[in-house]
């Protein structure tokens, strides 16, 4: 993007394309997964030129089986319909179309007069390409702050990018605190004229029938003021982080995920208001720099959704669906007679959302116990997740398999049960299987083993150790390569 010049007492600036705008012409901000108003450097560039048209864009664009599922299209509508209240408290809209994000952002472009597009960096293959091929068409100008740090900030002694997570979040501590972040304008100027939009509701992105996502908004709020007050709520609960965010039965973690993935606050503010809490926040700023990790290897690595990081894991005598097709649905729906794991699975498909530690667990099972493939747990979390995040998403299952750059050797087995307990999962299963909830905490872990199954609560899809025994199996016969 090219720098402004003060020319003449008139703020002017060259186009990559060499074309003079003038402070009149309006700039086009580009929204994707960075929905807010505060601390969103591409708003902050783009009002200092001139009138601004914000748009967002509903672009299929993505390969298919990275089109943007289900519960995160109910996220989008709402947080969209939050964001255009929130802009046109600024004298200010939101512009709607669907189609190719470039075509679209250039047709816009040739409408308006606009020659220069701000936007915030992301990282998903699929919006690099994007960027790369709006860049050759219009004036594009992107910023930070999707992240702490932007990929490659960072680096080894020898200048690579880091692989492996615990020196990755040394060095990216050595950079923090970030910096202070950004109000939002006070105003936005309009542009003399708007481009036409799409009707927001037209787009269909909320579930009719049925309507799958019912008990969503009990739960949620989308949309900047939303992440706010869960950042706010969560501050008085951080000093616990490190003991509640384990235990399941307790809301110990801080649920910001899906407002950290539409980017309806930045990870710049969350760093700075938690780490000004009260007790230590380490644990939880460590947790933060995951997400970073995650885009990091997302940008090393564009097709780790798809391809095992470790090649060995390509021989992996993974489960045909055909054969294991009524486990995968005994998994997805909450019936594969292990009570933590069901419980995940339900509370996922009711929220959006599910615990890390219960995620780890239900992923797991998968994976080892049933022997299927990550792919295909990795695109039902996609579908049914709220914080359905490619590199979150991608390298967590990875790291679960075995098959990550960074990962959990394959051979170390979760043992459902017992990870149950341990962390004082009974509640939490009370309420997401409520045939086991008048079950005490001593049998409800694995009502099976104490003759306490209901009839109405499915057997055990395979044995604990059947299980793992034949992942073992199956992993004796690619170890040698890893
Ligand atoms: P907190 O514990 O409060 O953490 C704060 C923030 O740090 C989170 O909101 C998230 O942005 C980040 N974070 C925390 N843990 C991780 C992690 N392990 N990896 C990357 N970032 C992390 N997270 C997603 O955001 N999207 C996904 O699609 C996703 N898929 C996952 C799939 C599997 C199999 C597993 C095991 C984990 C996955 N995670 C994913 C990571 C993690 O489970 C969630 O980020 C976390 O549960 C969100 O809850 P929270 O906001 O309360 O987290």
Redesign the pocket.
Known sequence: CSASLQMGGDLEHRSAHGMPGRMSDPVLLWFRQDLRLADQAALGAAVQEGPVIPLYVLDDQAPRQWKMGGASRWWLHHSLRSLDDDLRKKGSRLVLRQGNCVDQIVQIAEETGARRVHALHHYEPWWRNAEKALGKRLDLCLHDGALLLPPGAVRTGGGNSYRIYTPFARAVMDHMPPAEPVRAPSRIDAPGQWPKGDSLDRWGLLPTAPDWAAAFSRDWTPGEAGARANVAAFLDEAADYDRA?NLPSREG?????PH??FGEVSPAQVWRQVAGAPGNATT?LK??I??DY?HTQIWAMPAYGSENARPAFDAMPWRDLREAGVDFTAWKTGRTGYPIVDAGMRQLWTTGWM??RV??IA?SFLIKHLLIDWRHGARW?WDT?V???YA??S???QW?AGSGVDANIFSRIMAPLTQSEKFEAADYIRKWVPELAHLNDDVIHDPEAHDARPADYPAKCIDHREGRERALAAWRRISHDC
């Open positions: 965010r973690s801080s649920r910001l995920s950290l993935h939880f947790e933060l995951w997400r995650a615990h890390n995620r780890m992923a979390f997740l914080d359905a995040s979150n998403n390298v967590n299952w679960v």
